[in-house]
């Protein structure tokens, strides 16, 4: 763990129907030492709240109503505040099916957690949301984080080889490394792994 105070002047939203989830991230995060949280039990309400205040990291539960964490995230990404639309989104959901990740994905979610949290797997994807930020960029029905490789010699290996691209079956359960190396790929980080490891 980071020296106190390494998140201290990082602002929170939480946004999750269900009371006690939002009361396990709110400890853990003032265990960070966050001191700016703010809470909403849906999307609706969340949007309501960034109206007036903007949050530097968003945590937001996949299932909600009256529009779920997805449609949020979609919502956030068209919004016309340019300040609004860059805010770095943590998505959490008990279910890991591999067509859930590529959709959270492919709406322009930063990081994915499966639930149950534990603090550590947490602090790691705020770290890598604070420490090694993908650029955000515009493509036809995109909007989001950078999801491209930055080894260009290992891009270069892929076009020379299509067979090298990793088939997942739709309903296939992720591990969070998984997920992290879905979500990071070409990251060297200890704690994610190669996207090779999908296939296995």
């Known amino acids: 763990m980071e020296e106190p105070g390494y998140l201290h002047k990082v602002s929170f939203l939480i946004i999750d129907d269900n009371t006690f989830m939002r009361t396990v991230l709110r400890n853990i995060l003032r265990h960070?030492?966050?001191?700016?949280?703010?809470?909403?039990?849906?999307?609706?309400?969340?949007?309501?709240?960034?109206?007036?205040w903007?949050?530097?990291i968003i945590v937001v539960d996949w299932e909600m109503s009256p529009f779920d964490g997805i449609e949020f995230t979609r919502m956030v990404r068209q919004s016309t505040s340019e300040t609004e639309r860059f805010i770095p989104?943590?998505?959490?959901?008990?279910?890991?099916?591999?067509?859930?990740?590529?959709?959270?994905?492919?709406?322009?979610?930063?990081e994915f957690l499966v639930k149950p949290l534990s603090p550590k797997a947490l602090f790691s994807r705020i770290r890598a949301i604070?420490?090694?930020?993908?650029?955000f960029i515009k493509a036809?029905?995109?909007?989001?984080?950078?999801?491209?490789?930055?080894?260009?010699?290992?891009d270069e290996e892929r076009r020379k080889d299509s067979q090298t691209t990793v088939r997942v079956p739709a309903e296939k359960l992720l591990e969070q490394d998984q997920i992290n190396a879905l979500?990071?790929?070409?990251?060297e980080q200890p704690d994610e792994c190669d996207e090779k490891?999908?296939?296995e």
């Open 32 to 52: 960070f030492d966050v001191r700016n949280i703010r809470e909403a039990s849906n999307g609706a309400e969340a949007l309501q709240t960034m109206q007036s």
């Open 54 to 56: 903007t949050p530097d």
């Open 89 to 110: 989104i943590i998505m959490i959901s008990g279910h890991t099916e591999y067509w859930r990740i590529q959709q959270a994905r492919n709406k322009g979610v930063n």
């Open 130 to 135: 604070i420490e090694r930020p993908r650029p």
């Open 140 to 154: 036809p029905g995109y909007f989001g984080p950078d999801r491209r490789r930055k080894d260009h010699k290992y």
């Open 183 to 187: 979500f990071n790929p070409g990251s």
């Open 197 to 199: 490891a999908l296939s």
